[in-house]
């Protein structure tokens, strides 16, 4: 049985679109997001007692840290935490 021209194109583009995809889903790159007046870095880790995940998101410009997870049941980022950087830098120079 031999296959048609028409085939064996449709298989060689079908071919190709899946390793295209494979490489999209299985790179983990992120890309950083600035507003005006803001610079933010973004960190993903994990906290005991959370099964997604946490994202820690600093704004390095009024040096403020918040850490959030995802609620698969409500479908949200749920915020976890808050703490001024600011603050905590100014009390470690006076120790």
């Known amino acids: 049985m031999k296959l048609s021209l ?3 194109m449709l298989i060689a583009v ?19 997001q600035e ?9 993903d880790g994990e906290v005991n007692g959370v099964t ?6 600093l704004d390095t410009t009024h040096q403020e840290l918040v850490a959030v997870t995802w609620d698969h049941n409500e479908k ?13 830098a100014a009390s470690a120079l006076r120790n």
């Not at 949200?76 to 600011?86: D, F, K, T």
Request: aromatic share 6%.
């Open 6 to 8: 028409k085939h064996s």
């Open 76 to 88: 949200r980022i749920v915020p976890l935490g808050y703490r001024p950087i600011a603050s905590d």
């Open 35 to 43: 507003t005006r007046g803001h610079r933010y870095i973004a960190v």
């Open 14 to 32: 079908n071919a190709v679109l899946l390793v295209l995809l494979c490489i999209v889903v299985t790179s983990q790159t992120s890309d950083a």
């Open 52 to 57: 997604p995940g946490v994202v820690y998101i």
